[in-house]
């Protein structure tokens, strides 16, 4: 069997969870003797050679829409019949490489990790739960996210227009890869058809698994004698980064720390509010920090939160708290509630007492806190392991060929 990857995230360049996952498939479908070539859009590199396939890098002008980026299609000349499948891992290039196919027959399968192509307002989907997604509700959701980041009216056409061309091209391929339920529900209400959409969720990590188990790292409260809640992922609005701090700002506790780690576009936001908050001197960030040092932090800490306010594809993060044997504290939206099921501590989605009530609850009670965090631990190897969920993709290869 003989792949094509395309993917917009790949290792070295790691920006969140999709090139990790991606990097994580191709390693272990290399590992079953499956032939994998990758084709990275982002920053061009050197082209990596091994026996079990090769890597490419291109550039791509990254500002443009993906469905007028040509770039893609300039680039991606793979001969007829090379390849005995397609995958495009991510959301941002389905579209594209669909065109693609019109010239060359090769079977399309990706992986939804994002809802670009289904949603062009989760909060209204969210508040909603549109069932089906009318081209006269498409239009209200885009006129109305215009409205709310003051652009000019004029854009609005022209947004519909390449959202609605860029979801016909999108559910006209071969099959999908849902990380998650609730990212398959959102995908089913924009039109895409379920009976092509596999629920396959991430897997868990061996090299991280070496690396958490390598990671001499103590609880930090153990030499300082203070609690860590922990938060790692992007700085932006949708992760609901600000209702953490807003939330850790009314705990009654003094001997507990929030340490926030990743960066973002609203990072500057995030540390004005950490600023005025009764707590500044017990919040701190730490920026971005590599990959294979992440294993510290979530040694250190004794609870990991994820504060979403948006219905996360899954949650990659949580996975890897799971692994450090860490409870989870997470908002009852998106995929992670599921993902830790009744061994977490969910909250009703920004609801600032809520998780202030959670925090002060898991921190009181040390074996809660070990109890909760063993049962992650094993549901984490159980449900998110390696070989499953490889085999399972391959089935989805197998039935497209």
């Known amino acids: 069997m003989k792949i094509g990857m395309v993917t917009h995230e790949y ?3 790691i920006r969140g969870g999709c090139g990790i996952s991606c ?24 082209t990596i050679y ?9 550039e791509i002008a990254s500002n443009l829409p993906h469905i007028l980026n040509l770039t893609t299609l300039l680039k991606l000349k793979i001969p007829k019949k090379r390849y005995d499948l397609i995958h495009v891992y991510g959301v941002t290039q389905i579209s594209v490489l669909k065109i693609l196919k019109m010239f060359h027959h ?3 399968v990706a992986t939804l990790n994002g809802f670009e192509e289904a949603c062009f307002d989760y909060s209204t989907w969210m508040s909603r739960k549109c069932k089906t997604c009318t081209v006269i509700e498409n239009y209200h959701c ?9 652009r000019p009216k004029i854009l609005v056409p022209f947004k519909f227009l390449y959202f609605n061309i860029q979801r016909y091209f999108s559910k006209r391929i071969d099959d999908y890869i849902a990380l998650s339920d609730s990212i398959k529900e959102i995908y089913i209400s924009a039109g895409f058809p379920e009976d092509k959409i596999t629920v396959i969720p991430n897997m868990i990590d061996p090299n991280f698994i070496q690396l958490v188990n390598n990671s001499k790292t103590k609880k930090y409260s153990e030499s300082n004698g203070r609690n860590v809640v922990l938060y790692i992922g992007n700085l932006n609005k949708t992760k609901g980064v600000d209702t953490l701090i807003n ?17 973002g576009i609203h990072e500057k936001q995030f540390k004005d509010i950490a600023d005025k908050s009764p707590m500044r001197e017990n919040i701190k960030f730490f920026g971005f920090v590599e990959y294979k040092k992440l294993p510290d932090f979530y040694k250190a800490a004794d ?6 306010i948006w219905p996360e594809p899954f949650g990659r993060t949580i996975l890897e708290a799971m692994i450090c044997k860490l409870p989870v504290i997470t908002s009852n939206v998106g995929a992670p509630p599921k993902i830790v099921d009744d061994s977490g501590l969910i909250y009703e989605v920004g609801d600032l007492d809520a998780l202030t009530q959670r925090l002060e609850q898991i921190l009181s009670d040390k074996e809660k806190r070990a109890k909760l ?3 992650l631990f094993e549901k984490a190897k159980s449900k998110y392991g390696i070989d499953s969920i490889v085999n399972e993709i391959i089935k989805v290869y197998e039935k497209n060929m």
């Open 11 to 13: 290792p070295p360049n």
């Open 23 to 46: 990097e994580l498939l191709v390693r272990n479908l290399r590992k079953k003797g499956i032939y994998v070539d990758v084709f990275v859009f982002d920053i061009e590199r050197s």
């Open 50 to 58: 091994s026996e079990m396939g090769n890597t490419y890098y291109f």
């Open 106 to 108: 090769t079977p399309i």
């Open 142 to 150: 885009i006129y109305n996210m215009n409205n709310k980041l003051n």
């Open 247 to 263: 939330s850790f700002s009314k705990i009654s506790k003094n001997n507990v720390e929030l340490w926030i780690v990743g960066t």
């Open 303 to 308: 609870v990991f939160v994820h504060p979403g």
């Open 373 to 375: 965090a063993n049962s």
